[in-house]
């Protein structure tokens, strides 16, 4: 019984009758809308809490608390399946080209005004960071998601983001390890000049040319980054 009443909290969430913050009715009258015992009740609330549906507050102005369905969640257990099978980071790595370069080819095909003002918004921010390698890594990620969020494509987002932990960890150590460097700044511009590409495509509509486009920039910077490190799977980065 305890898996109905968590199922039909469950479908009031996702389909956004409850919202992020708002407090579950209070017990007594769940039990008299379910007909279930208290120990019933909250073994559904079990349930919606270790699906990060809901958390409880004890004390006086306890209760259940409603959160809406987010990728982070899948995003860390992903991470956690990807150590345990001792993925490694090439793999994650091809992942993300499967996933992310056909995201340029989507929103050259969608793209609206506001789109390019975001994608110009971005550039003008990276290259006035270049200089500044953590952050202009920042923004380099940013831009990233934000092409993948312009898409339009919510299943590939959320498996983009399952993903993009990871990526932004092997970014981040690569910043420790050579910031600064000849080889860094190269990377840099580089992944810069792709970028400012990927715009003028996306501007123009050319949705088959902007996926080649992000894919070789995707494979360049993957291989820069999977250059020379002794770390190659995803617990040695995670760990």
């Known amino acids: 019984m305890a898996e109905l009443v968590a199922l039909e909290l469950r479908r009031r969430i996702v389909r956004g009758e409850l919202t992020e913050g708002d407090a579950l009715p209070a017990e007594a009258e769940l039990m008299a809308e379910f007909a279930v015992s208290r120990p019933t009740l909250r073994e559904a609330f079990r349930v919606l809490e270790s699906e990060s549906l809901i958390s409880i507050r004890r004390g006086a102005r306890g209760g259940a608390r ?13 991470g956690f399946i990807l150590e345990h099978r001792s993925a490694t980071l090439q793999d994650v790595y091809a992942a993300r080209t499967v996933i992310e370069a056909p995201c340029a080819g989507l929103l050259a095909g969608r793209r609206t005004a506001a789109d ?47 993903v993009r932990h990871i990526i932004d960890r092997a970014n981040w150590s690569h910043v420790d390890l050579d910031a600064g460097t000849e080889e860094n700044v190269r990377a840099n511009l580089s992944g810069f000049r792709a970028h400012v590409r990927l715009v003028e495509l996306v501007t123009a509509g050319e949705a ?11 494979e360049q910077a993957h291989e820069y980054l999977l250059g020379n490190r002794s770390m190659t799977t995803v617990l040695d980065l995670l760990r």
Do not use: K
């Open 116 to 162: 390019l003002d975001r994608l110009h918004t971005a550039l003008a921010e990276a290259e006035s960071l270049i200089d500044d390698p953590p952050a202009f890594i920042r923004a380099h990620m940013r831009f990233h998601a934000l092409v993948v969020e312009l898409s339009g494509n919510q299943t590939l987002a959320l498996l983009n983001g399952m």
């Open 208 to 218: 088959a040319e902007a996926t080649l486009v992000w894919r070789s920039h995707l």
């Open 66 to 78: 409603v959160h809406v369905p987010d990728g982070s969640v899948a995003a860390r257990y992903a």
